[in-house]
């Protein structure tokens, strides 16, 4: 909201405030504020009452009692005479009676006495000189719920000794308007430390740009040339600074504390912002708007970390002295690009919007020590004349937009031990990388596929996790050398796949897992446990040892075990030696993989590396811990899982005629027909189950003679509500036999 629309906001807030008429209360005597005797009608002013000090008269403010609404004075030699410790609270306007009129009496130059402004009334300041040596405050606080203190807009020069305190509130600027500081009791300008104007957390200071431009200082040396600075702006809540005159703004120094904020406006000019000291403090802002080098001879700029500089002008200059500990963030909005200061950074930050680019041009190698951050959609473009380097030293993290680091000459490097965190963000090539990095994919918007950012070189990725619940597909093949946790959603290969080094591990939480493959590669000792980096099969060889051995884990797709679905969980091993093992294994696995197979009727089966007969091998189920184990191996090649075989004469053998002919159609909406033969009568059992082996439907239960059955599934549960779009699956158990088939429901 621009300035004038804030002004006149609280100007609307003011007039729609329930209006209590004020009484004109005139002072009859010198006296004490709050003595009836001083007054006329002889009863102290309240806080609607409009004070008139009369021509002649000193009424003084003893203690924290004085209040009243506005104040005007009736001649020259009108006066207020602050005490030691007093407070006088005014709830409306001061309007002096001339611009020559010093309104306060000698004392208040030596004495802890403040004027407080305080209510919801917009009130203005009045009849201050435009050249200065008229009425000054000492020490001012403004403590308001609602309107602002505001000066006339005449070009005034409002003379302030001691402070500024704007506690609650706004204090404005008014167009033209300047501040000097100046000695209460005549007027005339003070040394060069003081006020010190304080913006706490509920206030702000602001200035309104117009026609003139504003100064704020303590007084002009001729000799020299010279302007004297007021105190310190400390600010806690926010102020804003505009335009300034040839007299500038002229400040000992400026704290921007946790909270605070200070704006730099675009109107500001050359050299107007003569600041002395700025620290921007932990959880402090500086918000910039100008492109001119506003920056005074005085100014060095310490920025702390944890705190910002937000930058949103089209070219940015900072001091010549600058600290820069915190986070600069270029954030222009709009449709004109935005220029990156090619320097050294702590923590640079690309933001906002996709209008425009944010490009840094770099004409030397540099560097952000810690984190490179793109987000809001916004994109930064590296560009370079010749071979140029920005080294990242901690952290690149793409939450969104892009990182265009396509310019062959700019040369996007990582240093060792780096971290790549993304969200949706992306890059347009592969960095450098000048040793190992890390890799964490956080997204909780979009499902994201891997790009550049993915190390080819086996070595470099350490550490892999994927935190974001909406999942991530490999664009490319990934080589772990470090712990790669799997945890809020699943990690799919697709046509690719994970490798775990040689010092790597697998984790994958509860309801999360690699979909696809996984292969580890270890030496593995006569009996010795190995578990191949938690891939989810564990080895001991209690005779021969298998020496160099790989497990391929391959999840998402049921294998064919003689004719039926195996569930969706297989491993491959290939050890250097195969023979006389005598190896016990342990298969891990997940329920979701079940594919609506009965987990207790699940039984363990192996295969030679090649072909397609599978022989059923003895193992104990632990449905607890989804394990199951098998002993006495002398070979293992391939191993899954499937449900159980029925018993007949030679042996464990499959009832062959017994199976699905078919699921059509498959995806379907709303219905699908489940087509199967039976080879002989007897009991079966025909259901529906959903992803986590819960019972959805049963189409059949009971004894059916042999022969072909057509079922329908019309995508419901068991008492008639429609089930929702995703993954079921149809479970046949007949003549001692079962299966399953996947089917998908795409509503």
């Excluded at 002009?220 to 600074?241: D, E, M, R, S, W």
């Excluded at 004409?363 to 020590?369: E, I, R």
């Excluded at 042996?651 to 039976?678: C, E, I, K, M, Q």
């Amino acid at each position: 909201m621009k300035k004038s629309a804030i002004r006149m906001f609280c100007l609307l807030a003011s007039l729609a405030m329930p209006l209590v008429a004020s009484a004109q209360i005139t002072s009859v005597a010198s006296g004490s504020w709050t003595a009836g005797a001083t007054w006329s009608g002889g009863v102290p002013p309240t806080t609607v009452d409009n004070v008139l000090i009369d021509a002649g008269h000193t009424v003084s403010v003893d203690d924290a009692a004085a209040v009243c609404h506005s104040i005007s004075f009736g001649g020259v030699n009108a006066l207020i005479d602050m005490n030691p410790n007093a407070l006088l609270t005014v709830y409306g306007d001061i309007t002096l009676f001339s611009t020559t009129q010093i309104a306060f009496s000698a004392g208040w130059s030596a004495t802890s006495a403040f004027i407080k402004f305080a209510g919801p009334e917009v009130q203005t300041l009045r009849g201050w000189s435009t050249t200065g040596g008229s009425t000054s405050f000492r020490d001012v606080i403004i403590d308001k719920d609602g309107g602002m203190v505001t000066t006339d807009g005449t070009g005034m020069r409002l003379g302030i000794q001691n402070s500024l305190d704007i506690v609650n509130g706004v204090f404005e600027l008014a167009v033209q308007d300047d501040i000097e500081g100046r000695w209460a009791s005549s007027g005339v300008f003070t040394s060069a430390t003081l006020p010190n104007v304080t913006v706490r957390s509920g206030g702000e200071f602001t200035m309104v740009d117009g026609d003139g431009a504003h100064h704020i200082r303590s007084g002009y040396i001729t000799a020299t040339a010279t302007h004297l600075p007021i105190g310190k702006f400390t600010v806690y809540g926010k102020a804003t600074f505009v335009d300034a005159s040839t007299y500038k703004m002229n400040f000992s120094g400026v704290d921007v504390e946790s909270g605070g904020k200070i704006i730099t406006s675009v109107e500001m000019g050359g050299g107007e912002f003569d600041c002395g000291a700025v620290h921007i403090k932990p959880g402090g802002e500086l918000e910039n708007y100008t492109t001119s080098d506003i920056w005074g001879p005085s100014v060095s700029l310490t920025l702390d970390a944890a705190g910002l500089i937000d930058t949103k002008s089209a070219s940015t200059l900072f001091p010549v002295s600058f600290v820069n500990n915190g986070t600069v963030r270029y954030s222009r909005d709009g449709l004109t690009d935005q220029s990156v200061v090619a320097m050294n950074y702590t923590n640079l930050e690309i933001s906002f919007d996709i209008d425009n680019v944010k490009i840094l041009d770099l004409t030397g190698d540099f560097a952000v020590s810690d984190t490179l951050k793109v987000d809001n959609s916004a994109t930064l473009q590296l560009t370079a004349a010749a071979p140029q380097t920005l080294t990242v030293g901690q952290v690149m993290y793409l939450t969104s937009g892009q990182l265009n680091n396509s310019n062959a000459n700019a040369v996007l490097t990582l240093a060792d031990g780096a971290l790549v965190q993304r969200a949706t963000g992306t890059i347009a090539a592969a960095p450098a990388f000048a040793g190992q990095v890390d890799l964490r994919y956080t997204s909780t918007a979009l499902a994201v596929t891997t790009g550049p950012e993915v190390p080819a070189a086996d070595g470099v990725l350490r550490a892999f996790t994927l935190s974001g619940d909406q999942g991530v597909t490999l664009g490319s093949n990934l080589l772990v050398g470090g712990a790669c946790a799997i945890s809020g959603s699943d990690l799919s290969t697709g046509a690719y796949g994970v490798t775990l080094g040689a010092g790597a591990t697998l984790v994958e939480s509860p309801g999360t897992t690699v979909h696809g493959t996984v292969q580890a590669t270890r030496t593995v000792a006569q009996s010795a446990a190995e578990s191949f980096g938690g891939i989810g099969l564990d080895l001991t060889a209690a005779g021969a040892a298998p020496g160099v051995t790989t497990v391929t884990r391959t999840t998402g797709l049921a294998l064919d075990v003689n004719g039926t679905s195996g569930i969706e969980r297989s491993f491959a091993v290939a050890a250097a030696n195969n023979a006389g093992l005598d190896a016990t294994l342990i298969f891990h696995y997940d329920e979701s993989e079940l594919a609506g197979t009965a987990e207790s009727t699940l039984e363990p089966f192996t295969a030679p590396a090649v072909g397609t007969t599978w022989t059923k091998v003895t193992g104990t189920l632990d449905e607890s811990g989804n394990t199951l184990t098998v002993p006495g191996l002398v070979s293992v090649a391939r191993l899954t899982l499937r449900a159980g075989y029925v018993s007949g004469v030679g042996g464990d053998v499959v009832a062959a005629r017994t199976g699905f002919v078919s699921l059509y159609p498959n995806p379907f909406n709303p219905t699908t027909h489940v087509t199967f033969d039976l080879a002989k009568t007897g009991p079966v059992d025909v259901a529906i189950y959903d992803v986590r082996g819960q019972l959805v439907q049963k189409l059949a239960s009971g004894t059916m003679n042999s022969g072909r059955y057509d079922l329908v599934w019309q995508g419901q549960d068991d008492a008639g509500r429609a089930v929702a779009s995703g993954v079921y699956f149809c479970r046949l158990a007949a003549d001692g036999d079962v299966q399953s088939r996947k089917m998908i429901l795409a509503r």
